[in-house]
């Protein structure tokens, strides 16, 4: 699929897939003159979260610390 897209006056591009990419195709954009990005599930499953996209927060952990300025220490 990819090699029919290359040469088109393409300068770089994205791929994405919730699957992976096989051996065979990393390597064939490792070798191209463009930039092609490949984003595989377990990539896109980072950048969805990262970037709050289709995620919601299910627990928050919540950190305390001694309020110093709430104890009179003089």
């Not at 591009?13 to 990005?37: E, K, W, Y």
Request: proline fraction near 1%.
């Amino acid at each position: 699929m990819i090699e029919h897209h290359v040469g088109h006056r393409s300068h770089k591009g994205v791929f994405v897939t919730t699957s992976s990419f096989s051996a065979p195709a990393m390597d064939f954009v490792r070798h191209l003159s463009q930039r092609i990005i490949l984003i595989d599930g377990a990539a896109l499953a980072d950048l969805m979260i990262e970037h709050g996209v289709g995620v919601r927060v299910s627990r928050a952990i919540e950190i305390k610390r001694i309020d110093l300025d709430f104890f009179d220490l003089s």
